[in-house]
């Protein structure tokens, strides 16, 4: 069972609530997506690029609110949790505000879309309801894609593919192999980040009834599908480096090797439990530094 939490003071606890250390899985892919589209046109709109961020920014918060509420209310969130505390089920905030501020988050994203709408059309319109729809049904709805084995490719098609492409298309008005593919990497990144929670969280999971895909393939095979996360990216660099025409600059976010090795190593070595709170926050640390080297790469 975890150790008492004291209770943090109200703007503490919405703090809390809407996970700041997991946001910059947001921020990362239109980083790179912006950087991409600038490195094929030479120019960037900066207008679009910031409502795109805060829309982005806004539907992880929604998503991450409805989440901490609809787990509460599945009986998920245990006492016995190893992940950080969660604000509903420790009983710092009602349900019913988290549940309020979730679809306020959802609706300010709505509104800086149709900014976005205006100046993309129609595909903005599918990507943006699409991200939208993916936020409420992660933990939402009669299926949520939390309680399945398809976590990891739903970040990988919104927070990879969704993310880079839409920012890539905002600036463009097109799409291109190179941006998919960048897209697909920056994914995989955040979806190690989902790989790390499923892990930790293993057998509280599976005992209320959660098939995420480490409950189902279990620990061992999970450890492979967390090294082909961190890897694969890399791996995939030279290809990136022949669609984008970028050549020897793309070796630069192998600096990112060396840390990523560590971390596998701590994930195979250290039991799940809490010690994995910090591995998930140095995962996500790890996908930001490695989409700022990408970013870097495509520009210079």
Do not use: C
């Not at 939490?5 to 239109?30: F, N």
């Not at 918060?61 to 969130?77: K, Y």
């Not at 919104?158 to 905002?170: D, E, N, P, T």
């Not at 010690?275 to 930001?288: G, I, K, P, V």
Request: no cysteine; glycine share 8%; hydrophobic share 55%.
């Amino acid at each position: 069972m975890a150790e008492p939490v004291a209770p943090p003071s109200p703007l503490g606890a919405w703090w809390l609530a809407i996970r700041p250390k997991t946001l910059t899985v947001s921020v990362a892919p239109l980083i790179v997506g912006h950087a991409v589209a600038w490195s094929q046109t030479g120019w960037l709109l900066w207008q679009p690029a910031l409502v795109a961020l805060l829309a982005a920014l806004l539907i992880q918060i929604g998503t991450n609110l409805h989440n901490d509420v609809g787990d509460f209310e599945r009986g998920t969130d245990t006492p016995d949790r190893l992940g950080p505390p969660r604000v509903t089920a420790m009983g710092w905030l009602p349900a019913t505000a988290v549940r309020r501020a979730a679809w306020l988050a959802f609706a300010l994203a709505f509104n800086f879309g149709i900014f976005l709408v205006y100046h993309g059309g129609w595909p903005i319109v599918a990507i943006g309801l699409a991200s939208l729809l993916a936020g409420w049904a992660y933990t939402g709805g009669p299926w949520p894609l939390a309680y399945t084995p398809l976590g990891e490719l739903f970040v990988v098609l919104f927070f990879g593919l969704a993310a880079v492409g839409g920012s890539y298309y905002l600036q463009t008005l097109s799409i291109s192999p190179a941006a998919l593919l960048a897209g697909a990497m920056l994914g995989l990144f955040a979806a190690a980040v989902i790989t790390v929670n499923n892990y930790r969280d293993l057998e509280t999971d599976a005992r209320a009834g959660k098939r995420t895909l480490a409950v189902v393939v279990g620990r061992r095979a999970t450890q492979w599908v967390y090294a082909l996360e961190l890897l694969l990216p890399l791996l995939l660099l030279p290809l990136l480096a022949t669609l984008a025409g970028r050549g020897p600059w793309l070796a630069l976010p192998l600096l990112v090797l060396l840390p990523a090795l560590r971390l596998l190593q701590r994930f195979r070595r250290e039991p799940a439990g809490p010690l994995f709170n910090e591995l998930l926050a140095s995962t996500a640390r790890l996908q930001l530094v490695y989409a700022l080297l990408l970013a870097l790469a495509m520009v210079v």
